[in-house]
């Protein structure tokens, strides 16, 4: 089978972004070990022997996806030692132009142990970078340490959920989720108040 897209031959590294491309859309859908290198091929119209010249198996095609994602990531968040304010918008940025790759990444991956360092990885790096920021906020120490566990957990479980509704109001959508965050953070420094406790106070 031709080496194409749209009718146009393809050099080298487009064959290869476009395979890589084509298998988180598969991936995505079932995880590393319920997708056959026969359902990426059929993904990306190709054979699977094409797919051998540009990757020796399924593992070194999954890892190229997984890596592939985490430099977007990366560069879209300012990277984790640089994080800041506006690195949320470049992580729902990511999952809005590449929603497949973002599920496999944080959804998949993170289940299966010979993959799952690529996003522990990089949600370690988002917990260290985020103690700073919430420090004013939390002044005590397990506290701090709790919301920044807590906080990229948060959001990226905020993100996938966005994904999976349909990526609703993305006008707002970094602002919800922001909001979100803020709540996790209020409540774990003491600042915000359980509904049932509000009830009892106002009656």
């Known amino acids: 089978m031709a080496d194409t897209a749209g009718g146009k031959l393809l050099k080298r590294p487009e064959r290869r972004r476009a395979l890589i491309a084509a298998a988180a859309r598969a991936f995505s859908r079932g995880g590393f070990a319920a997708t ?10 190709v054979s699977r022997v094409l797919i051998y010249r540009h990757f020796e198996s399924k593992t070194e095609l999954y890892e190229a996806v997984l890596m592939d994602v985490g430099d977007q990531l990366r560069r879209a968040t300012g990277g984790p030692d640089q994080l800041t304010p506006g690195s949320l918008g470049g992580l729902v940025a990511v999952a809005r132009d ?17 993959f799952r360092r690529h996003a522990d990885e990089l949600q370690a790096a988002m917990a260290a970078t985020a103690e700073p920021y919430l420090r004013e906020a939390l002044p005590d120490e397990a506290g ?39 709540g ?7 600042t915000g108040q359980p509904a049932a406790r509000r009830g009892e106070t106002d009656a």
């Open 36 to 45: 056959s290198l026969e359902d990426v091929a059929s993904e990306a119209g």
């Open 98 to 114: 590449n929603p497949d790759g973002f599920r496999l990444f944080f959804r998949h991956s993170s289940q299966e142990p010979e």
């Open 144 to 182: 701090l340490r709790w919301a920044a566990q807590l906080v990229p957990i948060v959001a990226i479980e905020a993100v996938i959920a966005w994904l999976d509704a349909g990526q609703p109001q993305p006008q707002t959508a970094v602002a919800t989720i922001g909001q979100i965050i803020g």
């Open 184 to 190: 996790v953070v209020s409540a774990i420094g003491g």
